[in-house]
């Protein structure tokens, strides 16, 4: 669940060339514990993920949860639906419900056939 977190965590290590509590300003957190916490060995406190969402620039939630890209990904297995759907992000917010309104009206024929063959 907090692979986000170390992926953010060890991108940022990355740009900024330093140690890991000097890239993170975690100057309270000992490095042990960072490690635990890459390695999956221990969970980060909410203050912990506050610090870190804080000088990472980023909410608590999409380092926990991820950015929305990376939440698209991990339900909709279809890769090629998954790049008709980011397109469609760009698009205007009327051709976006034009897009919604046939999306709801094909589910809603295949609930019913599928109530119907019942």
């Given at each position: 669940?907090?692979?986000?977190?170390?992926?953010?965590?060890?991108?940022?290590?990355?740009?900024?060339?330093?140690?890991?509590?000097?890239?993170?300003?975690?100057?309270?957190?000992?490095?042990?514990?960072?490690?635990?916490?890459?390695?999956?060995q221990t969970i980060p406190s909410v203050d912990v993920?506050?610090?870190?969402?804080d000088v990472l620039e980023v909410s608590v939630d999409?380092?926990?949860?991820?950015?929305?890209?990376?939440?698209?990904?991990?339900?909709?297995?279809?890769?090629?639906?998954?790049?008709?759907?980011s397109k469609a992000q760009q698009l205007n917010d009327?051709?976006?419900?034009?897009?919604?309104?046939?999306?709801?009206?094909?589910?809603?024929?295949?609930?019913?056939?599928?109530?119907?063959?019942?």
């Amino acid at each position: 669940m907090y692979e986000h977190i170390w992926r953010a965590f060890k991108g940022h290590q990355e740009r900024q060339g330093d140690s890991a509590r000097a890239a993170c300003g975690l100057d309270g957190i000992h490095s042990i514990h960072i490690s635990r916490y890459e390695r999956n060995q221990t969970i980060p406190s909410v203050d912990v993920i506050k610090k870190l969402a804080d000088v990472l620039e980023v909410s608590v939630d999409d380092l926990v949860y991820g950015a929305d890209q990376e939440k698209a990904k991990a339900k909709i297995q279809d890769s090629e639906l998954l790049s008709m759907f980011s397109k469609a992000q760009q698009l205007n917010d009327t051709d976006k419900e034009a897009i919604k309104a046939m999306l709801k009206a094909f589910i809603f024929q295949k609930d019913m056939q599928q109530q119907l063959a019942k």
